[in-house]
């Protein structure tokens, strides 16, 4: 399956960016809204392959704005993210044409079982591809596993996000060259927003973290062009 692009409308900003984050770092591309009417038009717009909707959102919740896109299009899988949990709840959610219903607080792992069901082809959770178990890289006098995405020095291990194995990796594929910022958004995020950059130096300085157990290992940062790793 290619990368599966979920359309999330939720008013509590916090809250989506936890969850926008964390969807990100298991390679799902996030298309996030703030309120039921632009969740509509982005759906227009972009036509996800899956929409988890806040029914509780101002201008137009996720309930009216689930039947205004069953109008034209009954297939898109809908999940509806929501603290109200009554039968008559639940009922009205599919009712309007859901196909899941999760109640908050939940667990973004259970949100992304979820939308991997919903898409694939039996209803059923696919088995995921892994890296190829020889892949390794030695970074000065630290070794990285991107398929156990930690890296190693000695007898002390770090473990890393999933974003941050696959950002490593970028940049050991290009050791001592420059990679530019605008390559590692696009190639991990989709897009250069301002949003997704900003979590790019997120990432950078916790992988600096990581690295600094060798002095030599450095991640240079070219003003305005991106980065390199050297060591």
């Given at each position: 399956?290619?990368?599966?692009r ?11 960016h936890?969850?926008?984050e ?8 996030v ?7 632009q ?7 972009s036509?996800p392959?899956?929409?988890?909707l ?31 949990s ?8 599919f ?26 082809s ?70 250069d ?12 300085n916790?992988?600096r ?17 991106g ?5």
């Open positions: 399956m290619n990368k599966i979920v359309l999330l409308a939720e008013d509590e900003l916090a809250l989506a936890i969850v926008r964390s969807l990100e770092e298991s390679n799902i591309e298309i996030l809204c703030a309120n039921g009417e969740a509509l038009q982005k759906y227009q717009s036509k392959d899956i929409m988890a806040d029914v509780m959102m101002p201008k137009m919740d996720g309930f009216q704005v689930a039947k205004k896109i069953r109008e034209t299009d009954k297939l898109t899988p809908i999940i509806f993210l929501t603290a109200r009554q039968p008559k709840d639940v009922v009205a959610g009712e309007f044409g859901a196909n899941d219903y999760l109640k908050k607080p939940f667990s973004v792992e259970e949100l992304i079982i979820r939308i991997k069901v919903l898409l694939s039996n209803r059923l959770l696919d088995t995921p591809k892994q890296k190829p178990e020889n892949e390794n890289y030695q970074i000065g006098s630290i070794n990285f596993t991107p398929l156990k995405n930690t890296v190693r020095q000695g007898i002390n291990t770090w473990q890393l996000t999933n974003r941050e194995s696959d950002i490593l990796k970028l940049l050991c594929k290009n050791q001592h060259e420059i990679i530019p910022r605008k390559l590692l958004l696009d190639e991990l995020w989709g897009d927003s301002f949003f997704n950059a900003r979590s790019l130096d997120v990432f950078i916790k992988l973290g990581h690295l600094k157990a060798d002095p030599n290992v450095q991640i240079i940062t070219i003003r305005t062009v980065y390199r790793l050297v060591w």
